[in-house]
């Protein structure tokens, strides 16, 4: 089935810490969400995203005992950068990363709920504009609001975000909702944990793009 | 002064043959361009030209002397690819390059002949938009046209844009625009000849992304 929804995010330890290593191999095939997207017009994103993750690797490449789990990472960058802390290195790339993922998660979790736009049932621009409304659009100026608006109607009709979902293969409807719900489960617990995490760490920024 | 417009292009002989390695070492600054723009909103058009130049450097580098002159490479792709070509290789990178410079070339042009929206002199929007149209409004399908009709916002003032091209550098307005006029002596003449060549081969498409 599908490429990305096969590749499970771990649960996690009763301490929340969530390993780098792990986590970084999860996040790997996220990208080809965008690819589900089935336009052009998502590369950036996709560009984007790849940003994140590439910025967040070589810092724990640099030395993966020390960047052990994704705490760890804020913790020692705080102490390295200062003032300068945190719009700065691996905490700004996954700051940033986060709100990708919330915005995954929250159109995921839309479309198996069952949300429609009752006049148009075989759209997905409802549930996309509810993600980008809770997840991305307060750190947006209007200008790439306006963008945002355009763009979404570049977006599939459901059935094809589907069908893109399982790989194309000739899977029931129903069969792939059921691989989104099993996906999401320690992938929304993840991503709440990295949420929880710059909260605690007071590492939140609100700055518009 | 700026750091692209000091990069004049090469003249061209007289039998309007291009030299490929002189064209992609002049090429390599115009990027920048978009950095003169000063948001990164434009970012994902600067990495669309910068693709464009590395698959065409990409082929040359594989044999300099094969591929010295860009006429060389269209005649070269076309004998290898068959029917696939022109819209493949360094062919088709050079199409949508052609099309940037192009924009590049216009949207200059108009603001040293003095075009200027007299609601808003200090605007470059008008000479933005004259550029777009003329040079990839037509390949762009409507959803593209939306994305650009909500970037062109994020462009700066018609006083700013010249100072970034100066390199913020204190030089009076027609200094700068007289810096300008030179650049765009070799610039357009290359770009014309390059646009000629796609007419004369027959490697035009017009197909919308
Ligand atoms: C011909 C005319 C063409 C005109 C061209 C116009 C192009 C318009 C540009 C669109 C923007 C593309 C999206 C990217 C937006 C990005 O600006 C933001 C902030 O990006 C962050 O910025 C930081 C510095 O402030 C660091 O550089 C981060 O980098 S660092 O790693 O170096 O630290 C970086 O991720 N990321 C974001 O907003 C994240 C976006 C996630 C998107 C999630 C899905 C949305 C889906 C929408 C579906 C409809
Ligand atoms: C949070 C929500 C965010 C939503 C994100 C929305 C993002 C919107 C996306 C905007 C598009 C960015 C511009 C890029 C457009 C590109 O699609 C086109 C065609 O691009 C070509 O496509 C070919 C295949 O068909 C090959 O891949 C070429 O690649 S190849 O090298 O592999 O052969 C490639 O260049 N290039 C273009 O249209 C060229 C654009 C030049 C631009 C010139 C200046 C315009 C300035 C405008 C100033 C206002």
Not at 118 to 130: A, F, M, S, V
Not at 149 to 165: E, G, I, M, N, W
Not at 168 to 177: F, P, W
Not at 195 to 203: K, P, R, T
């Amino acid at each position: 089935m599908a490429l990305f929804l096969d590749q499970q995010f771990a649960p996690l330890p009763d301490t929340n810490e969530i390993a780098t290593k792990t986590f970084l191999e999860s996040v790997s095939h996220l990208p080809h969400f965008f690819d589900c997207l089935g336009s052009k017009v998502f590369a950036p994103i996709k560009a984007d995203i790849n940003g994140n993750i590439t910025k967040i690797k070589a810092v724990y490449d640099s030395d993966p005992v020390k960047y052990e789990t994704l705490q760890q990472i804020l913790l020692i960058e705080k102490s390295i950068y200062g003032s300068e802390w945190p719009k700065v290195g691996a905490t700004l790339a996954l700051m940033w990363l986060k709100r990708g993922l919330r915005f995954i998660q929250i159109l995921l979790q839309s479309l198996v709920d069952g949300e429609r736009d009752e006049d148009n049932p075989d759209l997905i621009r409802i549930n996309i504009t509810k993600a980008y409304e809770q997840a991305l659009k307060r750190y947006h100026g209007w200008i790439v609001q306006k963008v945002f608006k355009a763009a979404q109607y570049a977006a599939p009709c459901r059935s094809d975000f589907l069908k893109a979902l399982s790989k194309d293969q000739e899977v029931a409807e129903e069969e792939c909702l059921t691989k989104v719900r099993q996906f999401l489960i320690n992938f929304t617990a993840t991503v709440d944990a990295v949420y929880e995490m710059y909260s605690v760490m007071n590492a939140e920024l609100d700055y518009l793009v």
